[in-house]
């Protein structure tokens, strides 16, 4: 589950970033460290009554905890859902589900209609990702995202923290 905003200290404009949670593969992190990639699109669809849908291309960074930049933009997310994975304050995360925070250096914009999107309601969050995750003690996840995380499906280097 990802959450976009635009960042504090980029200057309001050009930046989107979002939490990437553990639980998932590394492809984003590994392709953007990638020499002579790091392309990134991320793509927001309406599953409303309104179609649209609007795509953010530019080039990406990883950021992990051990980056000093991390906790400003840690800051960029509002109180509850920094809570809600582990993140009291400006502080690097307690909880061990936050993996990094993706930073996107928007170069483009561009919205199409979406009427081939169809219509969906969101029922609401799966409580399966909290359960699994509560349930690991931090040294157990931290090994489980190590051997899972450590580099991408095509070899590439993945988490460094």
Sequence with gaps: ???????????????AVYLDLGGSG???????????????VICF??????PRIVRLWG?????????PSYPDLLTAFPSPLRSRYGCPS??????????NIVVL???????????????M?????????????AALGRAEWEAK???VNGESLDGLPGLMS
């Design 1 to 15: 589950r990802r959450y976009g905003k635009t960042a504090r200290g980029k200057e309001g404009k050009g930046y």
């Design 26 to 40: 590394v492809e984003t992190v590994a392709h953007l460290a990638e020499p002579g990639n790091g392309r990134m």
């Design 45 to 50: 669809c309406s599953f409303d009554d309104k």
């Design 59 to 67: 080039y990406g960074t990883s950021v992990e905890s051990d980056d």
């Design 90 to 99: 400006s502080t690097p995360p307690s909880s061990h589900t936050l993996r």
């Design 105 to 119: 250096r928007i170069s483009r914009i561009r919205d199409s209609c979406g009427y081939g999107v169809p219509r």
């Design 121 to 133: 309601d969101f029922a609401g969050d799966r409580a399966v990702f909290a359960e699994r995750y």
């Design 145 to 147: 995202r190590r051997e």
